[in-house]
């Protein structure tokens, strides 16, 4: 087992263990979930470690013996903060209040927007029965396209282009209804903004 | 892509049923790199935005060819007759601007009269000068360090000894990366070049590859003796036309020398597969985005083996130590980084080229040695994109890993890129933060939300809050996956520090 010290908290961990793993809820995260590989795009569950250079992602970084956390460290916050920051402002508007993006954002109060520009042209594809894909609201987290190739072993997603442009499609972008999809709606389970969503929860509101 | 201009579904599935990739999988790949991105007409025309290019010509040349030639960058005419695309960089920043009709690469003066007339003829290769009596990379590679080998134990002692610097930018120990993938269990190792690094304004890895293959072909074959690899990948541009034929005749000559097998793949037009997990994507067919590490690629590298990647110049040092030990080696500059190192300069110079150096010199010196600038130097950028720029007044910083640091600028992968006298410094901003921007891989939010962020503010004409393009300098920075997002504020930082007037700050 390996000691560490999490914000003044004595923690004994098997090795391997990731920082984000044994520090748990207290450490906030937008492209995580425990049921997959962790991604380290997000840069949201950045902590402060002693001796470290600067914030280190608790998502990807394992633990080492004797290694100090601190999860409130004011640079790591103020980056998080930042990167959710940028992440608002790439939106149409704000996300619904019950998605982890609007929760993150209030954990971090996420002030207004500092660098406004480009956001992400509506693209909408509604021709599957169950499953809604509103591209502007994709993040890039990657999380729908490893729940599809992780968890569900269909590999029906892609992440497509890059930098700014970076988006998600189903098949060679021709909707779910097209692709290798078998609905098992995976990725509208671990989706943080309803980018993807059930059709039916898209039609009440 | 080649025969019809642009790639299909029926491509896509093609491709998928080849590699065994799901379909998503090939169509992620077929939108993220610049050579299947852009739709190419019978005539395919690109015109290098590269740092050197913009230094010689700012953008006109660009303006110029989209006029002259009725397109813009990345349009195709209707009947399909002609494209023209950006491409970045071409590797010919000694007679920038550059310009690319097929596979001939035209540049200097006329090169943009002569690919609007049709007539593009192939542009001069740099001159390559040594300042040793022998040099130790711009010798051609003739095997004589591999035939001197002795034990894989003695070599990689050897070359831990010597303290070899990687070249590419970060500077990693070499002995210390091969001895991370000698020590693994796995009896299968894997060797790869980085031919892919695309650094604007670099010309180095092009020299090396194009003029000298046999040499970095001994140094991946020491590099695998080293560690127990018996295999070598060699990811090379596809903005180098002229490099892959010169490898590929090469490996063929290199089997009367060693067993070590040679594996040359050409990358498809993407900056950050410069990065060495984004490399091992692109060399296995997949998108060239960046890997959260661990696991590094000592452990887990292509295929799953333990892979040493190493940069082009670090790799043509290894048969110089081999053969003359590490003493001699850390002897060819003294007190300072052991070794030499290539050098190269853009066309503001009076004398461009490739100039072997020892470490040590300072940055006046290396101008002097090429001619300096007649049009006066306003700043340097040493190294590539991610580099600080370095303003005339510190010109007797000593060109080392130290020194360079403390400038807030790096030795970086040895470009030297002049900006002379009368550069709008706001323009290279914008210019650096563009390129930034659109290489940016995507995966990490900061860098492709941020970059894209900073580069609107450079470009929409108005002032630039300070306080809060500070605080976006920081959240690349130190939010950043890899060195691309967490790179680009070093040379922004620098302009703020030495040319705050002209960036227009408010």
């Known amino acids: 087992m390996i000691d560490i010290t999490i914000d003044g908290e004595a923690f004994s961990v098997a090795p391997g263990t990731t920082i984000l793993e044994a520090a748990g809820d207290r450490v906030p995260t937008l492209c995580f979930d425990e049921r997959q590989t962790p991604f380290g795009a997000c840069r949201v569950c950045l902590v402060g470690v002693e001796g470290a250079s600067g914030p280190v992602p608790a998502c990807t970084t394992q633990v080492r013996p004797g290694m100090v956390v601190d999860t409130q460290d004011p640079t790591a916050t103020r980056v998080a903060r930042s990167v959710v920051e940028l992440v608002l402002s790439e939106l149409p508007g704000p996300p619904a209040e019950h998605t982890e993006l609007a929760q993150v954002a209030a954990q971090l109060e996420v002030g207004e927007p500092r660098w406004p520009g480009a956001r992400h042209e509506p693209v909408h594809d509604e021709r599957h029965p169950y499953l809604a894909f509103q591209h502007e609201w994709c993040i890039s987290c990657g999380r729908c396209v490893r729940a599809c190739d992780e968890v569900q072993g269909t590999f029906a997603l892609t992440a497509t282009g890059r930098g700014f442009a970076a988006n998600v499609v189903a098949g060679l972008d021709e909707g779910f209804r097209a692709s290798a999809c078998v609905a098992c709606g995976a990725c509208a389970d671990t989706c943080p903004t309803d980018a993807i969503t059930e059709l039916s929860l898209l039609r009440l509101e | ?506």
Not at chain 2, 49 to 55: I, L, N, P, V, Y
Not at chain 2, 410 to 429: C, K, L, N, P, R
């Open chain 2, 1 to 506: 892509m080649d025969q019809r201009g642009e790639i299909t579904d029926a491509d896509r599935q093609l491709a998928a049923e080849r590699s065994g990739l799901p379909e998503a999988a090939v169509y992620g790949v077929s939108t993220f790199y610049d050579d299947l991105l852009t739709p190419r007409g019978k005539r395919h025309v690109r015109v290098c935005t590269g740092t050197a290019c913009f230094a010689a010509a700012g953008e006109a040349h660009v303006r110029e060819v989209e006029q002259g030639l009725g397109l813009a960058l990345g349009e195709r005419a209707e009947d399909r007759s002609l494209s023209v695309a950006e491409t970045v960089c071409l590797g010919y920043c000694h007679a920038a601007p550059a310009v690319r009709d097929g596979d001939v690469i035209d540049a200097g003066p006329g090169a943009i009269e002569r690919v609007l007339a049709g007539s593009c003829r192939p542009a001069p290769e740099p001159v390559q000068v040594s300042t040793f009596a022998e040099p130790v990379l711009l010798r051609q590679g003739d095997w004589s360090g591999y035939a001197a080998r002795t034990t894989p134990e003695e070599l990689l002692a050897a070359v831990k000894a010597a303290e070899v610097r990687g070249r590419g930018g970060a500077g990693f120990p070499a002995g210390l990366k091969w001895e991370f993938a000698a020590k693994s269990p796995n009896p299968d190792k894997v060797i790869v070049a980085n031919g892919d690094e695309g650094d604007p304004g670099s010309y180095i890895d092009k020299v090396l590859m194009e003029d000298n293959p046999h040499l970095l072909l001994e140094g991946m074959a020491l590099a695998g003796f080293a560690v127990g690899a018996t295999q070598g990948f060699i990811l090379v541009r596809s903005e180098y036309p002229r490099a892959k034929p010169a490898l590929d005749r090469a490996v063929e000559e290199a089997k009367a020398y060693t067993d070590f097998q040679f594996h040359v793949i050409e990358g498809a037009g993407s900056y950050v597969v410069g990065e060495e997990t984004a490399l091992l994507s692109c060399l296995q067919g997949l998108r060239g985005t960046v890997s959260a590490r661990p696991p590094f690629p000592a452990e887990r590298g292509v295929h799953g083996l333990p892979t040493v990647v190493n940069n082009i110049e670090t790799l043509c040092n290894i048969p110089y130590i081999a053969k003359h030990g590490a003493e001699a080696y850390r002897a060819l500059s003294p007190n300072a980084t052991p070794g030499s190192k290539l050098v190269c300069f853009n066309e503001r110079f009076a004398k461009p080229g490739v100039y072997e150096v020892p470490f040590g010199m300072t940055v006046r010196e290396l101008c002097e040695l090429a001619g300096g600038v007649p049009g006066g130097i306003k700043a340097l950028q040493i190294g590539g994109p991610l580099a600080g720029i370095l303003p005339a007044s510190l010109l007797d910083t000593v060109f080392d890993f130290a020194p360079m640091a403390a400038v807030g600028c790096m030795v970086g992968h040895g470009s030297i890129v002049a900006f002379e006298e009368g550069t709008d410094m706001h323009a290279v901003a914008e210019h650096l933060l563009h390129f930034g921007a659109s290489e940016s891989c995507g995966k990490c939010f900061p860098c492709r939300i941020g970059l894209n962020r900073a580069h609107a503010m450079f470009a929409n004409g108005g002032p630039v809050d300070k306080s809060s393009l500070e605080a976006l300098l920081e959240t690349l920075e130190l939010g950043s996956l890899c060195a691309h997002g967490s790179g680009m504020p070093a040379p922004i930082r620098s302009l703020i520090t030495h040319f705050p007037e002209e960036l227009g700050l408010a």
